[in-house]
Structure formats: structure tokens, C-alpha cells
């Protein structure tokens, strides 16, 4: 059994630099080597390199430098990457998952990537030649290019939940420089397009093995990849110079628009906000009212049909509602988005990122209170923003009288962000009342925050401290008398700080009387000298 893990991270790498700089009947006998057992003594050296040694007709020293892999050697003949380095990759890991399902990974990459260079090179067989789609060019519409992204990932399937990862960097290292060439304008709608590809089949590789047996690795692979694909959206719709194409390229902004809201507006199950994703897109094209005008109509005929499944009716009036939100009439939206059937928190957070960038917090405000009803029944990472974003508005207002109502509203869910607020604000009172109404003990708390209140005022403690102290008496176990002891030296030492020793000897005197019939806590009180 292997011993050794690296780090994740380290191990994608190292799978990347697997799919690009072996040949596929190296990683094959590499494979073999490795179910064979012949790989042996691996250890991690000088933080960087693995080193191993792997017998064949003789003993060889792999060293594999996880920094820069280039400059991994073996021992034999073999130039470049030989079966003996393959084999002890498959061994690193075993360690993450079954190291014959990589290898199945690395055939079906390692023939997407052939396919692609048979594209650009006109390399592919006679008798395919007409099948197969060249290369995407400038001219032709955006359709033909997700034609051939879909023909060079055909078959791709999916065999561990790092395999949703490597075909997202694989997607767009190998589709993103065949328009490098490209006008700039035209190019970053191209792009815009391949991760529109990787996003497409995250959400079918998610719903088609909603029966497998990976099932649950591979959703949350998908999960993983579905927020990489959203933040990577973020970062390059800014780029993306919608004027230039509304005025150059109408026909393929118009073609990306629909393919979109196709999808956006069914109402699918999927781990992407394609909603999110639209919405985005059009807020860029606030400066073209005719465009805006015929996308409502649209959105409107297709709420007026009666047979609609409730996912797709909330979607159709999420996106209707935006367009209200882009024209300023956030009632008019807030009113529309009322009839949903299921309100989410996670419909509004775009509108909250707007204000913060544009400092509208009057704005902001109005959407949190709106959104503050169903945030009880959020995840927690939504409501994690949700508080983010108010912190951010309260910091504007005269006073804090409603952020502080708001979290007490929704404790215990709200205690982190609570707590860290009236320790920022000063209000340590506030923060000692909300440990003991949680029964939080000092031992839980950081230490660095009770020195806080301790340099402020150390008699805001002594309550906690006594609070913490009954608990730890109540359990009645001798590991218990031991925890309440060690608390009674922090709380003696409080009240020699305060000048309190009467008060300390008072309050100990009783402690002992009220449970002298519990030996084994009065045996702990004497070791500590509390008794006599």
C-alpha cells in the first residue's frame, strides 16, 4: 500500500503533463508496469521531486520533478517520457482513485486531441474526410463552430470526478488558439462561445449519469467545474465588445443570444446558473432598446402559454423581470418576481453585485429587505452573501439598528457573521450575551478575540466564564471536573485582574458547599488548592 499523497493540485498537474507529453503506448505499458507491482521505494525528496525505482529486465531510478516536469529523467535508453515514469505516476495515483479508470481517461483525451490536429491538418482518413468539420474560420456562424466543438468531444465520457476538471482545461487549451488569429472583436465572441461548449456538456455529463454508480463523484465534479465556468464568465464577458458586434457580426451576436435563452429559458435541473449567464449577456446591451423590445415579446408570448412546468415559467419571469431592473423599475421587477413559484436567493445576487460596484446602497438595501424572507431556508453559501453585501450597505447607514435585527432574525444561522460584526463594531457586551445564549464555551472561542474583550473590559467575561464552568459541572464525568478547573484558573485570574478576591474566595466557598456531594469534583477542586 502507498504511503505517500501529494497534494491534489500537484497530482492534476502532473495528469495534465500525462495527456500531453506521453504517447498513449507508453502510458499503456506504464500502466501494465504499474498493476504488475514493479514499482517500489517511492518517496518525495526536496519537497519537489518523486523518486522511484521500477524493475523491468533491470532496476531503474525514476525522478519526477512536480514543478517542472521537463526535467524528469529515468534511468533507461528511452527518450522523453518512458513507461517507467508513467508507471510511478499511475502509482501516485492510486492513492485519489482507480488508477485503470485514469488510464481510460487519458485514451479518450489523447484521441480528442489527435482528432483535433487530423482538423487543422486535413489529415483525417478519405473515406471521413467529408464527415468531418474543419477547423472553425471567422465566417462561418457560431452554430458551425459548436458543431465541430461537439465533433471533437464525441464519446467523451466520464470516469472519476477529476475527469469533469481535465476536460474542462482540456476543452479550452486545445478549442481557444484555433482562433488566435482572429479579429479581436470576433475573437471574444469565439471564446465566449467555448466555454458556452464547456458549460453545455458539464450539464450533460451531469444529467446523464444521474443513474451511475459515480452518480454522486461526478455531480460534484460538475458542481466544482459548473462555479469555475461562472467565474471564468465573469471575467471575460467585460472583454467581450458587444457595440462592435451588434454593429460587425448582428448575425452571430444574434445567433449566440437565442442559443442562450434556449437554454436559460427552459427550466432544467443543472448545476450552472444558465440564467445568471443570460442575464449577464444582455446587461450589456442596455444601448440597444429594438434588440431589448423583441426579446420581451418574445419572453412575454411565451409566458401567456397556459401549459407551462413551473421551473420554466420562474425562469421566463426571471429573465422578464431584468429588463425592468436594467430600465430602473426595480418595484416593477421585485413585484413581478413575487409570482414565482419558488423564489431563490440566488436570483437577486446579481442585482446586489451591480449596486455595490455602482455604491447605489439605497438600491442595495431595497433588494436585501426583499430578499430577506427566504434566506432562512438558503444555503449556507448564499447566505454567506447575502450578509456580505449588507455588511457593506450597513457600513453606509447613519446606524446599524437594522443589520443587527437582521441577524438576530436569522440565528443561529447568522452567529458567524453576528458574532465577527459586534467584535469589528466595539459592542463586546452585545458579544458576550450572544456566547452565553448559545452556550458557547471560552474553550471554543478564539483567543485572540478574548483578549479583545479582555484588554477592553475583563469583567464583561466573568458571566461567560461561570456559565461555561456550571455546564462543565453538570456533566458529571471526571473529565468534566478537570475542564471546569481549568476554566476556574482563567476566571480566578480575571478577578485577581479586577482586584475581586473577596468576591473570588465568596464565590468558590460556595461553589464547593453547593456540590460537596460530588467526591470526585471536590478531589479536582483540592488538586487545584481551591479547598483545603
Same mark, same amino acid.
Given at each position: 500500500?502507498?504511503?505517500?499523497?501529494?497534494p491534489?493540485?500537484?497530482?492534476?498537474?502532473?495528469?495534465?503533463?500525462?495527456?500531453?507529453?506521453?504517447?498513449?503506448?507508453?502510458?499503456?505499458?506504464?500502466?501494465?508496469?504499474y498493476?504488475?507491482?514493479?514499482?517500489?521505494?517511492i518517496?518525495?525528496?526536496?519537497?519537489? =521531486?518523486?523518486?522511484?525505482?521500477?524493475?523491468?529486465?533491470?532496476s531503474?531510478?525514476?525522478?519526477?520533478?512536480?514543478?517542472?516536469?521537463?526535467?524528469?529523467e529515468?534511468?533507461?535508453?528511452?527518450?522523453g517520457?518512458?513507461?517507467?515514469?508513467?508507471?510511478?505516476?499511475?502509482?501516485?495515483?492510486?492513492?485519489?482513485?482507480?488508477?485503470?479508470?485514469?488510464?481510460?481517461?487519458?485514451?479518450?483525451?489523447?484521441?480528442?486531441?489527435?482528432r483535433?490536429?487530423?482538423?487543422?491538418?486535413?489529415?483525417?482518413?478519405?473515406?471521413?474526410?467529408? =464527415?468531418?468539420?474543419?477547423?472553425?474560420?471567422?465566417?462561418?456562424?457560431?452554430?458551425?463552430?459548436?458543431?465541430?466543438?461537439?465533433?471533437?468531444f464525441?464519446?467523451?465520457?466520464?470516469?472519476?470526478?477529476?475527469? *469533469?476538471?481535465?476536460?474542462?482545461?482540456?476543452?479550452?487549451?486545445?478549442?481557444?488558439?484555433?482562433?488566435?488569429?482572429?479579429?479581436?472583436?470576433?475573437?471574444?465572441?469565439?471564446?465566449?462561445?467555448?466555454?458556452?461548449f464547456?458549460?453545455?456538456?458539464?450539464?450533460?455529463?451531469?444529467?446523464?449519469?444521474?443513474?451511475?454508480?459515480?452518480?454522486y463523484y *461526478?455531480?460534484t465534479?460538475?458542481?466544482?467545474?459548473?462555479?469555475?465556468?461562472? =467565474?471564468?464568465?465573469?471575467?471575460?464577458?467585460?472583454?467581450?465588445?458587444?457595440?462592435?458586434?451588434?454593429?460587425?457580426?448582428?448575425?452571430?451576436?444574434?445567433?449566440t443570444?437565442?442559443?442562450?435563452?434556449?437554454?436559460?429559458?427552459?427550466?432544467?435541473?443543472?448545476?450552472?446558473?444558465?440564467?445568471?449567464?443570460?442575464?449577464? *449577456?444582455?446587461?450589456?446591451?442596455?444601448?440597444?432598446?429594438?434588440?431589448?423590445?423583441?426579446?420581451?415579446?418574445?419572453?412575454?408570448?411565451?409566458?401567456?402559454?397556459?401549459?407551462?412546468?413551473?421551473r420554466?415559467?420562474?425562469?421566463?419571469?426571471v429573465?422578464?423581470?431584468?429588463?425592468?431592473?436594467?430600465d430602473?423599475?426595480?418595484?416593477?421587477?421585485?413585484?413581478?418576481?413575487?409570482?414565482?413559484?419558488?423564489?431563490?436567493?440566488?436570483?437577486?445576487?446579481?442585482?446586489?453585485?451591480r449596486?455595490?460596484?455602482?455604491?447605489?446602497?439605497?438600491?442595495?438595501?431595497?433588494?436585501?429587505?426583499?430578499?430577506?424572507?427566504?434566506?432562512?431556508?438558503?444555503?449556507?453559501?448564499?447566505?454567506?452573501?447575502?450578509c456580505?453585501?449588507?455588511?457593506?450597505?450597513?457600513?453606509?447607514?447613519?446606524?446599524d439598528g437594522?443589520?443587527?435585527?437582521?441577524?438576530?432574525?436569522?440565528?443561529?444561522r447568522?452567529?458567524?457573521?453576528?458574532?465577527s460584526?459586534?467584535?469589528?463594531?466595539?459592542?463586546?457586551?452585545?458579544?458576550?450575551?450572544?456566547?452565553?445564549?448559545?452556550?458557547?464555551?471560552?474553550?471554543?472561542?478564539?483567543?485572540?478575540?478574548?483578549?479583545?474583550?479582555?484588554?477592553?473590559?475583563?469583567?464583561?467575561?466573568?458571566p461567560?466564564?461561570?456559565?461555561?464552568?456550571?455546564?462543565?459541572?453538570?456533566?458529571?464525568?471526571?473529565?468534566?471536573?478537570?475542564?471546569?478547573?481549568?476554566?476556574?484558573?482563567?476566571?480566578?485570574?480575571?478577578?485577581?485582574?479586577?482586584?475581586?478576591?473577596?468576591?473570588?474566595?465568596?464565590?468558590?466557598?460556595?461553589l464547593?458547599?453547593?456540590?460537596?456531594?460530588?467526591?470526585?469534583?471536590q478531589?479536582?477542586?483540592?488538586?487545584?488548592?481551591?479547598?483545603?
Amino acid at each position: 500500500m502507498l504511503k505517500l499523497q501529494i497534494p491534489k493540485n500537484r497530482m492534476n498537474y502532473l495528469i495534465e503533463r500525462m495527456q500531453h507529453d506521453f504517447e498513449l503506448a507508453v502510458l499503456e505499458q506504464g500502466w501494465e508496469y504499474y498493476h504488475k507491482g514493479r514499482v517500489s521505494n517511492i518517496e518525495l525528496l526536496h519537497g519537489v =521531486e518523486i523518486h522511484s525505482l521500477v524493475g523491468g529486465s533491470r532496476s531503474y531510478e525514476v525522478v519526477l520533478d512536480m514543478d517542472r516536469f521537463e526535467k524528469s529523467e529515468c534511468g533507461c535508453s528511452h527518450e522523453g517520457c518512458c513507461k517507467h515514469m508513467a508507471a510511478t505516476l499511475f502509482t501516485l495515483y492510486a492513492s485519489f482513485a482507480r488508477p485503470e479508470l485514469l488510464l481510460q481517461h487519458l485514451k479518450q483525451t489523447i484521441m480528442v486531441k489527435n482528432r483535433q490536429q487530423q482538423s487543422r491538418t486535413g489529415a483525417s482518413k478519405p473515406e471521413k474526410k467529408a =464527415e468531418r468539420l474543419e477547423a472553425p474560420k471567422p465566417s462561418q456562424p457560431p452554430s458551425v463552430w459548436q458543431r465541430f466543438f461537439d465533433q471533437q468531444f464525441y464519446g467523451y465520457s466520464l470516469s472519476q470526478q477529476h475527469s *469533469i476538471e481535465l476536460f474542462y482545461s482540456t476543452s479550452q487549451e486545445s478549442l481557444l488558439p484555433l482562433a488566435a488569429s482572429w479579429d479581436q472583436t470576433l475573437r471574444g465572441l469565439y471564446d465566449l462561445h467555448v466555454l458556452l461548449f464547456a458549460m453545455r456538456k458539464i450539464e450533460q455529463f451531469y444529467s446523464e449519469t444521474k443513474t451511475s454508480y459515480m452518480s454522486y463523484y *461526478i455531480e460534484t465534479g460538475c458542481k466544482t467545474t459548473a462555479k469555475q465556468c461562472m =467565474e471564468q464568465l465573469a471575467k471575460q464577458l467585460p472583454g467581450v465588445d458587444m457595440g462592435q458586434l451588434a454593429k460587425r457580426h448582428a448575425g452571430a451576436l444574434d445567433e449566440t443570444l437565442t442559443m442562450l435563452g434556449d437554454i436559460a429559458l427552459s427550466g432544467k435541473e443543472s448545476p450552472l446558473d444558465w440564467l445568471m449567464a443570460y442575464r449577464s *449577456i444582455w446587461s450589456l446591451l442596455a444601448d440597444y432598446p429594438e434588440r431589448i423590445d423583441k426579446e420581451k415579446k418574445r419572453l412575454r408570448l411565451l409566458l401567456s402559454k397556459t401549459s407551462l412546468l413551473p421551473r420554466r415559467r420562474d425562469a421566463l419571469l426571471v429573465a422578464l423581470a431584468h429588463f425592468d431592473v436594467m430600465d430602473g423599475h426595480d418595484d416593477k421587477a421585485r413585484a413581478m418576481l413575487e409570482e414565482l413559484s419558488k423564489r431563490e436567493a440566488r436570483d437577486s445576487f446579481l442585482y446586489l453585485h451591480r449596486c455595490y460596484e455602482r455604491q447605489q446602497w439605497d438600491r442595495m438595501l431595497a433588494w436585501l429587505r426583499w430578499m430577506l424572507p427566504v434566506m432562512q431556508r438558503a444555503q449556507q453559501e448564499e447566505l454567506r452573501t447575502f450578509c456580505t453585501y449588507w455588511m457593506e450597505a450597513v457600513s453606509r447607514q447613519p446606524d446599524d439598528g437594522e443589520w443587527v435585527d437582521v441577524m438576530i432574525a436569522l440565528l443561529p444561522r447568522t452567529y458567524y457573521f453576528y458574532t465577527s460584526y459586534l467584535l469589528k463594531a466595539g459592542r463586546f457586551k452585545s458579544w458576550v450575551d450572544l456566547q452565553i445564549a448559545n452556550r458557547v464555551s471560552p474553550i471554543d472561542l478564539y483567543t485572540l478575540d478574548l483578549k479583545t474583550v479582555e484588554e477592553h473590559n475583563p469583567s464583561l467575561l466573568l458571566p461567560l466564564y461561570h456559565q461555561a464552568v456550571e455546564r462543565c459541572i453538570a456533566e458529571k464525568n471526571r473529565n468534566a471536573y478537570k475542564m471546569a478547573i481549568k476554566l476556574l484558573k482563567k476566571l480566578h485570574a480575571y478577578y485577581k485582574k479586577l482586584d475581586r478576591e473577596n468576591t473570588w474566595e465568596e464565590y468558590i466557598y460556595r461553589l464547593a458547599t453547593r456540590y460537596a456531594r460530588l467526591r470526585a469534583l471536590q478531589e479536582e477542586l483540592r488538586k487545584g488548592k481551591w479547598i483545603p
